[in-house]
């Protein structure tokens, strides 16, 4: 139960002070070991290219397991206060709402200025496609759709691991979204190569997916939002998505938001067109990208308080 001490603190500071730009995030460390893994395991010329992605993966998350269990136990072994500070530290730096609250409401108020081409290098730091052809619309859709999703990868996902099984939980899964971030491209570079990284993605983010529509549904209800309208629109529309995973958030946002995401983009040039995922026909503007990133807190909080609940139950039961 003393996870809860210090996950309740990672939440605190992340919302209190997001990730300031000045502190070498440890996520880019996991970029780093990754690159290097990279370049280490395409040098073995006899193994091929999904043995050396399998590996390169596993010792990515091998390392940085270790090194956060070695982190996180000396600062206990130190002193309790110690290891209370050090695992919020490490908590705190593995989820994300602030920062992906930041980036949003970056781009809203370049829209609300009137400023498109800020907006557009804005929301270009959120998603992959291409955002210098897109008008204001297009604009808000690319960030209210990259806050659906990443509610669940940068929020949910590590709070439900850490919740189970610490700051080593929260940064193992860290390090596979990261894998699947540089390695889970089906390019003729990383198809083979990131073929682990994606399918370990998708199955560490599969429950907590699943558990994020129902924190949305909660936190749609609590801001007077469609709560039934997200039920409908996963049952209807979470599938179409080509992710196992991201389809979930992302039709849930949508439905609570009453808009449809998807449709026509472009990746590099080339045009792409995506399932249409939610049933609403509503405008998506900058008010729906402000709701957007309420209902990402609010899920945020739901997620956490739910999930603090059930752990505590199940440890009073077990305890018996």
Not at 107 to 124: F, I, P
Request: charged share 15%.
């Amino acid at each position: 139960m003393m996870l809860l001490v210090p996950i309740g603190a990672a939440v605190l500071l992340d919302i209190l002070l997001g990730d300031p730009p000045w502190f070498p995030h440890p996520v880019r460390g996991v970029g780093r070991l990754a690159l290097a893994s990279e370049r280490l395991f395409r040098s073995m010329r006899i193994l091929s290219l999904r043995v050396a992605g399998a590996l390169a993966a596993s010792t990515v998350l091998l390392l940085t397991g270790v090194t956060v269990l070695a982190v996180s136990t000396g600062a206990w072994l130190l002193h309790p206060a110690a290891g209370l500070a050090v695992s919020s530290l490490l908590l705190y730096f593995a989820i994300a709402p602030r920062d992906l609250s930041d980036h949003a409401m970056a781009v809203c108020r370049a829209l609300e200025a009137g400023d498109l081409e800020l907006a557009r290098r804005k929301v270009a730091m959120m998603v992959g496609r291409d955002t210098d052809a897109l008008d204001g619309a297009g604009v808000a859709m690319a960030a209210v759709e990259s806050v659906a999703e990443n509610t669940s990868d940068g929020v949910t996902a590590p709070l439900m691991y850490g919740l189970l099984f610490g700051p080593v939980g929260a940064w193992v899964y860290k390090a596979a979204n990261t894998l699947d971030s540089m390695f889970g491209y089906r390019n003729e570079r990383y198809r083979e190569f990131g073929w682990a990284s994606a399918r370990l993605d998708d199955l560490l983010n599969y429950l907590p997916a699943r558990l994020t529509v129902l924190a949305v549904a909660v936190a749609a209800s609590i801001l007077r939002l469609d709560a039934p309208g997200v039920i409908r629109s996963v049952r209807a529309c979470a599938r179409r998505h080509e992710s196992p995973n991201a389809g979930y958030p992302e039709s849930a946002f949508a439905g609570a938001l009453g808009v449809t995401f998807g449709g026509q983009r472009s990746y590099g040039g080339i045009p792409k067109s995506l399932p249409e995922l939610g049933l609403g026909q509503g405008l998506v503007d900058t008010t729906i990208l402000r709701r957007a990133v309420r209902l990402m807190y609010v899920t945020t909080g739901v997620f956490f308080v739910a999930g603090s609940g059930i752990l505590y139950l199940l440890v009073r039961f077990l305890s018996y």
